[in-house]
Nanobody, 114 residues
Framework: VQLQASGGGLVQAGGSLRLFCKTSGINFRISTMGWHRQAPGMQRDLVASITSGGVTNYTDSVKGRFTVSRDYARNTVYLQMNDLKPEDTAAYYC?????????WGRGTQVTVSS
């Protein structure tokens, strides 16, 4: 199983970034996918998730700013992040639960300057 996250970077407050997570080794069509983030010294928290049927869920702090989506043809999940704030600064990880095991991609760093 591989989850390859990319798309992070440095952006000014109010800017946008789009994260990508390319998957392999899972049945993407039936897998719920999630994005978590972890700031230095903090725990890793759920940001957004999307079920196999496209039902989405967001943590309150990103509602109305972030959008999670998926492309079944490309086995890829996306996180569109708009109106970014300095408090969004963190390493972002994509994740899925496959055959009873939680898999994590390598984090992609998002840094938002004020």
């Amino acid at each position: 199983v591989q989850l390859q996250a990319s798309g992070g970077g440095l952006v000014q407050a109010g800017g946008s970034l789009r994260l990508f997570c390319k998957t392999s080794g899972i049945n993407f069509r039936i897998s719920t996918m999630g994005w978590h983030r972890q700031a230095p010294g903090m725990q890793r928290d759920l940001v957004a998730s999307i079920t196999s049927g496209g039902v989405t869920n967001y943590t309150d702090s990103v509602k109305g700013r972030f959008t999670v989506s998926r492309d079944y043809a490309r086995n890829t999940v996306y996180l569109q992040m708009n109106d970014l704030k300095p408090e969004d600064t963190a390493a972002y990880y994509c994740t899925t639960l496959w055959k009873g095991t939680r898999f994590w991609g390598r984090g992609t760093q998002v840094t938002v300057s004020s």
